[in-house]
């Protein structure tokens, strides 16, 4: 038997023959008496093909090896010499073939439980090194040592984006495993982290990674059905243990002002949003300049809306007063004495280019603060 053991698994490309311990006895075993293999022999192979799992011997490597020792000791079976007619190997070969059968199920029974706890705790430690990671909250020596474990070499230049869609990601979804599988392709797969975040999906990136965004954004736009919604924020290229973790709250940034101002572009950078950055940061301030200069629109007849959205279209196109009407269904007259009035109640003219920045910026805060619809609290 221990003959037919190693040459099986020669024939098997070399697998350790350790991984049949038992199982030639067993097929004697079978042939002689036509029993199928017992509760506790089967646990045997659970064990073995859960071993073979944990020292990386593929499920493939392991069948093959079996299924050598079938047909090798076919013939050195003592039942199958003493065997006098054709229906005695008939139901020889049948008792075999069933306790084959038997056992690799088992193996691959115990080597895919094998498989998934590994799976599972892998699953597990990268998820908390995510958190860790955008969270800042660990040592950043412990974290550059993990890093190294899923490809991140901190040290180096990296940069976060983040898609939302109107439907959160998650880990285990398709649409996330396909946007991995294509950006993986695409780029060094030892370099490029794609995870999920408070349903943000995110790709941290190379910084040397020039057309990265662009990628991700094509790929998630490719996942999702054309009825879905879906846009992606992009931080800056930062360098150092907590690099990652600014170009996240960047890219987190992007999607949160844009959500706040309701932009509709597809990607946006954090570069491009700079301004609206700094007005966001000073609530205090961005408070003071939207009561000042625009709180008196509220004692309009009509109210303040009106106005305010007269001024948002009138400054969204460039100032023309045509196209605003058009953008407003209303006539240029109309417009005109909107913009008027403006200037009556707030002391500053739209259509004048020294002052209508003061009004810009404060329109840009109304919207941040959604006001009117929201009063204006100020921080303690």
């Not at 079996?66 to 006098?84: D, F, G, I, K, M």
């Not at 869609?165 to 392709?185: G, K, Q």
Request: net charge negative; charged share 25%.
């Amino acid at each position: 038997m221990a003959a037919v053991a190693a040459q099986a698994a020669r024939d098997a490309g070399g697998v350790p023959a350790a991984y049949l311990d038992g199982y030639l006895e067993m097929l004697d075993g079978v042939s002689m008496t036509g029993r199928r293999l017992a509760p506790a022999e089967l646990d045997t192979r659970r064990v073995l093909g859960a071993s073979a799992a944990e020292q990386s011997v593929p499920l493939r490597t392991l069948v093959d090896l079996y299924l050598s020792a079938n047909w090798l000791s076919w013939r050195e079976l003592p039942a199958v010499a003493a065997a006098t007619g054709k229906e005695q190997v008939c139901a020889i070969a049948e008792a075999v073939l069933r306790a084959a059968d038997d056992a690799i199920v088992a193996l691959a029974d115990g080597y895919d439980s094998a498989q998934r706890r590994v799976m599972r705790q892998e699953g597990a430690e990268r998820r908390e090194f995510i958190d860790d990671l955008l969270h800042g909250r660990s040592d950043l020596g412990r974290l550059a040592e993990r890093a190294d474990r899923f490809g991140l070499r901190l040290a180096a230049s990296y940069v976060v984006i983040a898609a939302r869609a109107d439907r959160s990601f998650a880990d285990a979804d398709a649409t996330t495993r396909r946007i991995e599988a294509a950006l993986l392709d695409r780029f060094d797969a030892r370099e490029m982290l794609i995870t999920t975040k408070d349903g943000l999906l995110l790709c941290i990136a190379p910084g040397a990674a020039a057309d990265a965004a662009d990628e991700f954004a094509r790929q998630v736009e490719a996942a999702l059905s054309v009825s879905r919604v879906w846009q992606v924020g992009v931080g800056r290229k930062h360098a150092g243990p907590g690099g990652i973790l600014r170009s996240y709250e960047e890219a987190r940034s992007a999607l949160e002002l844009a959500g706040a101002l309701g932009l509709t572009t597809s990607v946006l950078k954090a570069d491009d949003l700079l301004v609206y950055q700094v007005l966001f940061r000073d609530r205090a301030a961005i408070i003071e300049l939207v009561d000042t200069v625009l709180g008196p629109l509220e004692d309009a007849r009509g109210g303040g809306r009106p106005l305010l959205d007269t001024l948002s279209a009138y400054f969204a196109t460039g100032g023309i007063t045509a196209e605003t009407a058009r953008a407003l269904f209303l006539s240029v007259r109309a417009v005109t004495y909107r913009l008027d009035r403006v200037k009556q109640r707030t002391g500053y003219d739209p259509r004048d280019p020294a002052e209508r920045f003061t009004l810009e910026a404060s329109v840009l805060g109304a919207r941040l603060l959604d006001w009117p619809a929201r009063p204006l609290s100020r921080p303690d």
